[in-house]
């Protein structure tokens, strides 16, 4: 990690937490990474997961945020995909 790299942390839930099959992930991305762009890279590692992305929410420390939402180094980043249930 160089000194214009962020570390975030990436809490998974439902489909995303099923397919990574780990609660949270720890990254590290370029500063002025969007929130979107974190989507994108766990989409490239894991493709099955394109389908969700146009229907996915974010959250960045407890608020939900914009997709271009940039974030700060340490920022604990949430993905939420729909949930269905009662």
């Known amino acids: ?7 975030v942390k990436v809490k998974l839930f439902a489909v995303y937490q099923e397919v990574f099959d780990v609660p ?3 990254l590290v991305f370029p500063l002025q990474t969007t929130v979107d762009r974190v989507l994108e890279s766990l989409i490239k590692q894991k493709p099955q997961l394109a389908k969700w ?3 996915t929410r974010f959250g960045v420390n407890l608020k939900f945020v914009e997709s271009n939402t940039i974030l700060q180094d340490g920022d604990e980043v949430v993905l939420i995909p ?3 249930g009662g």
């Open 53 to 55: 992305q146009g229907v």
């Open 1 to 7: 990690m160089s000194e214009s790299d962020i570390k």
């Open 82 to 84: 729909p949930v269905s």
């Open 24 to 26: 949270e992930l720890e």
